[in-house]
C-alpha cells in the first residue's frame, strides 16, 4: 500500500497542549446539550490523548440513575453522535470507567454534597490534585443556584488546586438580570475563575479572523474607513423552533443571538490590534468597540434595527408553518424570529462605517458569514462600472475564507468580471475541532481568551436595550412580515440605504 501524501498545510503542525489532571463536573449531564455535544467533544479531546490519564466526569443530573446506567447513557449518546469522530477499537470501554453520576433537585443541599464526596475520591486517584470544571449546562435559572451549592461546600477554593466554573449562554434576559447574575456568581467565583461560554468564539473560522489579519501584512493596512466601505454579519437558520417555543416565546431572536453570537462576532472584526495574543489584550479591545459603538436609544430603534416574524411559506420544496402556528406558541405573539441591525463605531478606524447585522430563523438556508466590503475604485477606467471587492469569512457551513475581485474577460475587449479566490478548511486534511472541544480544553488549561469577560457581557447588553424597550412593550401588528423560505422583511433591504445590499448566499 503505497504512503499517503504528505499535505503541506500540515507540515510543522503540532498539537502540544495538555491541562494538570483534573475532574470535569457536569450540571445537567443527561440534557440535550451535553448528549450532543459535550459528552462527544470530551471524548474526543480524551481520545486525542489531550487530557491525560488522570481524569474523571462526574455527572450531575434530575434524573435518576446509577453509575452504570450514565455510563451506557453516555456511551449510546457517543455512539449515534454526530459530533463523534472515528471511535477507535476499546476507547469506549475506556472511556466508560472514566464516568460517575450523581442524581439529586439543584435547589437541594444534598446533591452538593455527594458531588463534594465524589470530587474526593475522583482527586485522590489523582495524586491528591484537586483540579476541577464545574460546566453548568442547565437552564439559566439554575445557574446561580448551582454556584452558591457549590460555594456552601467552598469547592470554588482554590488553596490545594485550580478550581473554574463554565455557564453556559444566555448570561441574563436583560441588562439588569445579567448584571445580578454577575454579582451572585462573584459572591462565590472570582472573576478569573468564570468561563462565559459562546461556542461561535471556538469555531476555527471566529479564530481564523484574528490570525488573518494580524498575521498578514496586506489585510491590517486597508482594515478601516478609508478602504472598508461596510461591514455585513449574516447568521441565517432554516429551522424553525424545533420544540423550542417556551424558551424562544421568552428570548426571541435578539436575546438567542444578536445579544452573545453576533456581537462577539462584531467585535473581533472591529477590534483593534491587542498588544499581545494573550485574554486580558484581546478581550480589553473588544470591550473598547462595544464603549465606542454609537447607542441606539428606544426613540430611535425604528431608524436603525428591523425586526420580524416569519409567516407560512416554502422551503426546499416543503410547506412550513408560520411562527404562530409553532406549537406552544401564542397565536397573536409578537416575539421576533429576525433582527437586522445598524451599528455605528465612534473611533478614528471606523467612523463613517456602518455595521449590518443581520439574523433570522425559517430563512431559505443554514448559513453565517462575516463579509468585509471594501469601497469601489475612485476612478471607473472600464466599461460596465464595478463591483465592490469583498473578503467575506464563511463560519458555517464550509468553513472558509473567500476575495471576489474583479478581473478582465479573455480576448480584445478590456471587460471585467468578478472572479473569486477560495480557502475551504478541508484543505488542511483534516476535520475540523469542535467548538466545544477547543472551549472545554481552553477552560482546563486556564485559557480565557475565547470566554467573553464581566464588562464585555454588560456592554453587549447595554447595547441591545433600546431594541429590548422598543419591542418588549408593544405589539407587531404587521406581524409575520415575511414567509418562511424568503430572506426577511423589506424594511431589512431599506436599512442599508440606496447604494448597498444584502450579500446572496
Given at each position: 500500500?503505497?504512503?499517503?501524501?504528505p499535505?503541506?498545510?500540515?507540515?510543522?503542525?503540532?498539537?502540544?497542549?495538555?491541562?494538570?489532571?483534573?475532574?470535569?463536573?457536569?450540571?445537567?449531564?443527561?440534557?440535550?446539550?451535553?448528549?450532543?455535544?459535550?459528552?462527544?467533544?470530551?471524548?474526543?479531546?480524551?481520545?486525542?490523548?489531550?487530557?491525560?490519564s488522570?481524569?474523571?466526569?462526574v455527572?450531575?443530573?434530575?434524573?435518576?440513575?446509577?453509575?452504570?446506567?450514565f455510563?451506557?447513557?453516555?456511551?449510546?449518546?457517543?455512539?449515534?453522535?454526530?459530533e463523534t469522530?472515528?471511535?477507535?477499537?476499546g476507547?469506549?470501554e475506556?472511556?466508560?470507567?472514566?464516568?460517575?453520576?450523581?442524581?439529586?433537585?439543584?435547589?437541594?443541599?444534598?446533591?452538593?454534597?455527594r458531588?463534594?464526596?465524589?470530587?474526593?475520591?475522583?482527586?485522590n486517584?489523582?495524586?491528591?490534585?484537586?483540579?476541577?470544571?464545574?460546566?453548568?449546562?442547565?437552564?439559566?435559572?439554575?445557574?446561580?443556584?448551582?454556584?452558591?451549592?457549590l460555594?456552601?461546600?467552598?469547592?470554588?477554593?482554590?488553596?490545594?488546586?485550580?478550581?473554574?466554573?463554565?455557564i453556559?449562554?444566555p448570561f441574563?434576559?436583560?441588562?439588569?438580570?445579567?448584571?445580578?447574575?454577575?454579582?451572585?456568581?462573584?459572591?462565590?467565583?472570582?472573576?478569573?475563575?468564570?468561563?462565559?461560554?459562546?461556542?461561535?468564539?471556538?469555531?476555527?473560522?471566529?479564530?481564523?479572523?484574528?490570525?488573518?489579519?494580524?498575521?498578514?501584512?496586506?489585510?491590517?493596512?486597508?482594515?478601516?474607513?478609508?478602504?472598508?466601505?461596510?461591514?455585513?454579519?449574516?447568521?441565517?437558520?432554516d429551522?424553525g423552533?424545533?420544540?423550542?417555543?417556551g424558551?424562544?416565546?421568552?428570548?426571541?431572536?435578539?436575546r438567542?443571538?444578536?445579544q452573545?453570537?453576533?456581537?462577539?462576532?462584531?467585535?473581533?472584526?472591529?477590534?483593534?490590534?491587542?498588544?499581545?495574543?494573550?485574554?486580558?489584550?484581546?478581550?480589553?479591545?473588544?470591550?473598547?468597540?462595544?464603549?465606542?459603538?454609537?447607542?441606539?436609544?428606544?426613540?430611535?430603534v425604528?431608524?436603525?434595527?428591523?425586526?420580524?416574524?416569519?409567516?407560512?411559506?416554502?422551503?426546499?420544496?416543503e410547506?412550513?408553518?408560520g411562527?404562530r402556528?409553532?406549537?406552544?406558541?401564542?397565536?397573536?405573539?409578537?416575539?421576533?424570529?429576525?433582527?437586522?441591525?445598524?451599528?455605528?463605531?465612534?473611533?478614528?478606524?471606523?467612523?463613517?462605517?456602518?455595521?449590518?447585522i443581520r439574523?433570522?430563523?425559517?430563512?431559505?438556508?443554514?448559513?453565517t458569514?462575516?463579509?468585509v466590503?471594501f469601497?469601489?475604485?475612485?476612478?471607473?477606467?472600464f466599461?460596465?462600472?464595478l463591483?465592490?471587492?469583498?473578503?467575506a469569512?464563511?463560519?458555517?457551513?464550509d468553513?472558509?475564507?473567500?476575495?471576489?475581485?474583479?478581473?478582465?474577460?479573455?480576448?480584445?475587449?478590456?471587460?471585467?468580471?468578478?472572479?473569486?479566490?477560495?480557502f475551504?478548511?478541508?484543505?488542511?486534511?483534516a476535520g475540523?475541532?469542535?467548538?466545544?472541544s477547543?472551549?472545554?480544553?481552553?477552560?482546563?488549561?486556564?485559557?480565557?481568551?475565547?470566554f467573553?469577560?464581566?464588562?464585555?457581557?454588560?456592554?453587549?447588553?447595554?447595547?441591545?436595550t433600546?431594541?429590548?424597550?422598543?419591542?418588549?412593550?408593544q405589539?407587531?401588528?404587521?406581524f409575520?412580515?415575511?414567509?418562511?423560505?424568503?430572506?426577511g422583511?423589506?424594511?431589512?433591504?431599506?436599512?442599508?440605504?440606496?447604494?448597498?445590499?444584502?450579500?446572496?448566499?
Amino acid at each position: 500500500m503505497p504512503e499517503p501524501t504528505p499535505n503541506p498545510f500540515r507540515a510543522g503542525m503540532r498539537r502540544s497542549r495538555a491541562p494538570e489532571p483534573a475532574t470535569l463536573v457536569i450540571f445537567g449531564a443527561t440534557g440535550d446539550l451535553s448528549r450532543r455535544k459535550l459528552l462527544p467533544a470530551v471524548f474526543g479531546l480524551w481520545q486525542d490523548g489531550l487530557l491525560g490519564s488522570a481524569f474523571n466526569i462526574v455527572g450531575v443530573g434530575r434524573q435518576e440513575m446509577t453509575d452504570e446506567q450514565f455510563r451506557d447513557y453516555a456511551l449510546e449518546a457517543l455512539k449515534t453522535s454526530k459530533e463523534t469522530d472515528a471511535i477507535q477499537p476499546g476507547s469506549l470501554e475506556k472511556f466508560r470507567e472514566l464516568l460517575y453520576y450523581e442524581f439529586g433537585d439543584f435547589d437541594k443541599d444534598d446533591v452538593y454534597d455527594r458531588v463534594g464526596t465524589q470530587l474526593d475520591e475522583a482527586e485522590n486517584a489523582h495524586g491528591g490534585r484537586k483540579n476541577a470544571v464545574f460546566y453548568l449546562s442547565t437552564p439559566p435559572s439554575l445557574f446561580e443556584p448551582i454556584s452558591n451549592g457549590l460555594g456552601r461546600l467552598k469547592l470554588q477554593d482554590q488553596s490545594e488546586g485550580w478550581r473554574r466554573i463554565i455557564i453556559e449562554k444566555p448570561f441574563g434576559t436583560t441588562l439588569e438580570t445579567a448584571r445580578h447574575l454577575n454579582d451572585a456568581i462573584h459572591g462565590v467565583w472570582d472573576e478569573s475563575q468564570v468561563y462565559r461560554i459562546d461556542h461561535y468564539l471556538g469555531k476555527e473560522t471566529v479564530q481564523n479572523l484574528m490570525a488573518i489579519r494580524f498575521g498578514n501584512a496586506i489585510f491590517e493596512p486597508i482594515w478601516n474607513r478609508s478602504y472598508v466601505d461596510h461591514v455585513q454579519i449574516t447568521a441565517a437558520e432554516d429551522l424553525g423552533l424545533e420544540g423550542r417555543a417556551g424558551y424562544y416565546e421568552e428570548a426571541g431572536i435578539l436575546r438567542d443571538m444578536l445579544q452573545n453570537h453576533l456581537m462577539q462576532l462584531f467585535t473581533l472584526v472591529a477590534m483593534e490590534p491587542p498588544v499581545a495574543f494573550d485574554e486580558g489584550a484581546i478581550r480589553d479591545e473588544k470591550v473598547k468597540v462595544l464603549r465606542a459603538v454609537k447607542p441606539i436609544p428606544r426613540e430611535k430603534v425604528a431608524h436603525s434595527a428591523v425586526r420580524g416574524q416569519y409567516g407560512p411559506g416554502t422551503l426546499a420544496g416543503e410547506r412550513v408553518p408560520g411562527y404562530r402556528e409553532e406549537p406552544g406558541v401564542k397565536p397573536g405573539s409578537s416575539t421576533p424570529t429576525y433582527v437586522a441591525v445598524k451599528f455605528e463605531i465612534e473611533n478614528w478606524r471606523w467612523q463613517g462605517v456602518p455595521f449590518f447585522i443581520r439574523t433570522g430563523k425559517r430563512l431559505p438556508k443554514k448559513v453565517t458569514e462575516i463579509a468585509v466590503v471594501f469601497k469601489k475604485p475612485p476612478l471607473g477606467l472600464f466599461p460596465g462600472g464595478l463591483e465592490r471587492n469583498v473578503l467575506a469569512f464563511r463560519i458555517q457551513p464550509d468553513e472558509g475564507v473567500s476575495l471576489k475581485f474583479s478581473s478582465k474577460t479573455p480576448g480584445q475587449e478590456n471587460q471585467l468580471r468578478e472572479v473569486t479566490m477560495d480557502f475551504r478548511y478541508d484543505a488542511f486534511g483534516a476535520g475540523l475541532e469542535s467548538p466545544y472541544s477547543r472551549l472545554v480544553l481552553d477552560a482546563m488549561l486556564g485559557d480565557a481568551t475565547l470566554f467573553p469577560r464581566e464588562d464585555e457581557v454588560d456592554h453587549a447588553w447595554q447595547l441591545v436595550t433600546g431594541m429590548l424597550e422598543a419591542w418588549d412593550g408593544q405589539d407587531a401588528p404587521e406581524f409575520p412580515n415575511y414567509a418562511a423560505g424568503s430572506w426577511g422583511p423589506e424594511a431589512a433591504d431599506a436599512l442599508m440605504g440606496p447604494d448597498r445590499r444584502w450579500r446572496r448566499l
